[in-house]
């Protein structure tokens, strides 16, 4: 074992400063690496953030609404199909920006609703790709292949729905989202909600009679 003193200044001292420039360098990767992680978690809830918006926003879920009604009318045709533009549409950007590398499929919160509406609209799909000759239009199978991986990561199954759960699926989101434009609507117009008038004792024994 060396009997020499260590040196921390003056000559011999170089020792002691590279070490103190390594870990220098060391915190400032560590911290580095933090705020990238920081500002990526950011800029995925931004991003989630947008496209909640276009999800939620009044257009869309009028165009899910009157798409929805449609498809339970068994509507398979051009009209049908200029109504489920938007929302395919939106679907083709979603996995674009999944293709990209600009968000994870884990970070996409309607998977199972997603997965649902691609199959409810797949024969119209399938009709516009054969009047156009076309396989690859709004070809979503990469996108819900995607979901269903980070469902089974999650610990999720895929969710396959028959002819006759596709009809209530569309039930729900007629009734949902009608019900939920109805309650923007009172609320723009200045509705206020109350519990429903309970007759009076008065008025009860009169009906009865």
């Known amino acids: 074992m060396s009997s020499e003193p260590l040196v921390f200044f003056g000559p011999g001292s170089e020792w002691f400063w590279s070490m103190a420039q390594l870990i220098l360098v060391v915190l400032t990767l560590i911290g580095l690496y933090r705020q990238l992680r920081v500002q990526g978690a950011a800029n995925a809830v931004q991003r989630m953030e947008v496209l909640q918006g276009q999800w939620a926003s009044e257009w869309l879920r009028y165009t899910r609404l009157t798409l929805a009604v449609a498809l339970k009318d068994g509507e398979i045709n051009n009209q049908t199909m200029v109504k489920a533009r938007p929302l395919l549409n939106f679907f083709s950007n979603l996995d674009d920006l999944r293709q990209a590398g600009y968000i994870r499929a884990e970070e996409i919160v309607w998977s199972q609703t997603i997965q649902i509406w691609v199959a409810v609209l797949g024969p119209l799909v399938k009709r516009e790709q054969v009047v156009h000759g076309n396989p690859g239009i709004y ?71």
Do not use: H, Y
């Open 139 to 209: 070809d979503l199978s990469e996108l819900v292949a995607a979901l269903r991986r980070a469902d089974a990561k999650r610990g999720g199954t895929p969710r396959i729905i028959d002819s006759s759960a596709q009809r209530e699926w569309l039930d729900f989101v007629i009734e949902s989202i009608t019900e939920e434009l109805r309650v923007e609507e009172a609320w723009k117009s200045g509705v206020i909600p109350g519990p429903k008038r309970r007759p009076t004792l008065s008025e009860a024994t009169a009906e009865a009679e």
